[in-house]
């Protein structure tokens, strides 16, 4: 829901207790995924997605209290709306795709599923030459609980 960047350990409590104040007060709710896209733009992917078309509000939602609570720690609010969606992979290399787009566009339509969120993750992403790796440091469960895992 929102890119941090480079984040000091020492700051990580203070962003989880700031992401649970933000889902406190937040249901879980289902998200239906239809469709496929990417970032910045079909042609030229850097990151692929779903969709999310039922439960869209309730992201936006969601994504506009977590921007405003860690806005209140100096991280800087998001200048473009938060566009719903669940990022599925990156592309490996930037530029244009044929096929990707190709697949992409095909896929436009598709329903795939749904999925209930019920909280949300603070996640660690390395990137290297062999691609990204992701850690999970904490989980805000909607509705106020937390799990660390660091």
């Keep these: 829901m929102k890119f941090l960047?480079?984040?000091?350990?020492?700051r990580i409590g203070a962003i989880v207790s700031a992401l649970t104040g933000a889902a406190s007060d937040v249901n879980a709710f289902e998200a239906n995924c239809a469709g496929l896209g990417a970032f910045p733009s079909v042609t030229r992917p850097r990151v692929v997605w779903a969709g999310v078309t039922a439960g869209a509000r309730a992201m936006v939602d969601l994504a506009g209290r977590v921007d405003e609570a860690l806005a209140g720690l100096g991280f800087a609010s998001d200048e473009r709306p938060f566009s719903p969606?669940?990022?599925l992979g990156r592309a490996r290399q930037a530029g244009r795709n044929q096929a990707l787009a190709e697949a992409l566009r095909g896929a436009a339509g598709?329903?795939?599923?749904r999925i209930r969120v019920a909280g949300a993750s603070l996640m660690r992403s390395e990137l290297s030459p062999r691609g990204a790796r992701y850690t999970e440091l904490a989980t805000v469960?909607?509705?106020?609980?937390?799990g660390r895992r660091v």
């Design 5 to 10: 960047g480079e984040v000091a350990e020492g």
């Design 85 to 87: 969606h669940i990022t």
């Design 110 to 113: 598709c329903e795939f599923g």
């Design 141 to 146: 469960s909607l509705g106020g609980d937390v």
